[in-house]
C-alpha cells in the first residue's frame, strides 16, 4: 500500500483551459530547487506549443459547432415529426367524429323508418286502433327523443390543418 508523502519539492503543471482541448505537462523536481533552472527548457515549450494548442482548440471549436449544428437539425426533424403526428391525430379525431355522426345518422334514419313504416300500416286499420297506435306512436318518438341529425352533424369539428 502506498501514501502520498510530502517530498518537499515542488511541481509546475501546466495545462489547457479549454473545454475539448486536453492539454497538460508537469515538471518535477528531481531535487530540491532545482525547478529553477529547468524554467528556460520550460518557457521554450510552452511557446513551441502554442501554436499547436491554438490549433488543437479552433479544431475543438469547430467540431464543437458542427455538433451544434447537427443538435439543430435533429431538433428541427423531431419538431416536423411530432407536427406531422399532431397533424395525423387531428385528421383522425376528425374521422372518428365524423363516423360516429354517420352511425347517428344511420340509427336515426332507421328509427325514422320505422315510425313511418308504423304510422303508413296505421292508415291500413280501424279507426279505434289507428287512435290507439298513434298514441303509441306518439309516445315512442317522445321517448326516443330529437331525430335531428343536423344537430349532430353540426356539431362535427372538421380537421383544422
Known amino acids: 500500500m502506498s501514501e502520498d508523502m510530502p517530498s518537499g519539492r515542488l511541481c509546475l503543471q501546466v495545462y489547457s483551459p479549454y473545454y475539448r482541448a486536453e492539454w497538460i505537462h508537469r515538471w518535477s523536481e528531481d531535487k530540491p530547487g532545482d525547478l529553477v533552472s529547468k524554467i528556460p527548457s520550460i518557457v521554450k515549450l510552452l511557446i513551441g506549443e502554442a501554436p499547436g494548442l491554438a490549433k488543437k482548440v479552433e479544431a475543438e471549436r469547430e467540431r464543437a459547432e458542427l455538433e451544434w449544428q447537427n443538435h439543430q437539425l435533429q431538433m428541427a426533424e423531431w419538431k416536423r415529426k411530432e407536427e406531422e403526428k399532431r397533424r395525423l391525430?387531428?385528421?383522425?379525431?376528425?374521422?372518428?367524429?365524423?363516423?360516429?355522426?354517420?352511425?347517428?345518422?344511420?340509427?336515426?334514419?332507421?328509427?325514422?323508418?320505422?315510425?313511418?313504416?308504423?304510422?303508413?300500416?296505421?292508415?291500413?286499420?280501424?279507426?279505434?286502433?289507428?287512435?290507439?297506435?298513434?298514441?303509441?306512436?306518439?309516445?315512442?318518438?317522445?321517448?326516443?327523443?330529437?331525430?335531428?341529425?343536423?344537430?349532430?352533424?353540426?356539431?362535427?369539428?372538421?380537421?383544422?390543418?
Not at 363516423?99 to 303508413?120: C, G, L, Y
Open 89 to 161: 391525430k387531428v385528421i383522425q379525431d376528425s374521422r372518428d367524429q365524423l363516423e360516429a355522426v354517420i352511425q347517428t345518422w344511420a340509427k336515426v334514419n332507421s328509427i325514422q323508418a320505422f315510425f313511418d313504416d308504423i304510422e303508413r300500416s296505421a292508415q291500413r286499420v280501424g279507426d279505434e286502433e289507428r287512435k290507439m297506435i298513434m298514441e303509441r306512436l306518439a309516445y315512442a318518438k317522445e321517448l326516443i327523443g330529437d331525430l335531428d341529425v343536423l344537430k349532430h352533424f353540426n356539431a362535427w369539428a372538421p380537421p383544422v390543418l
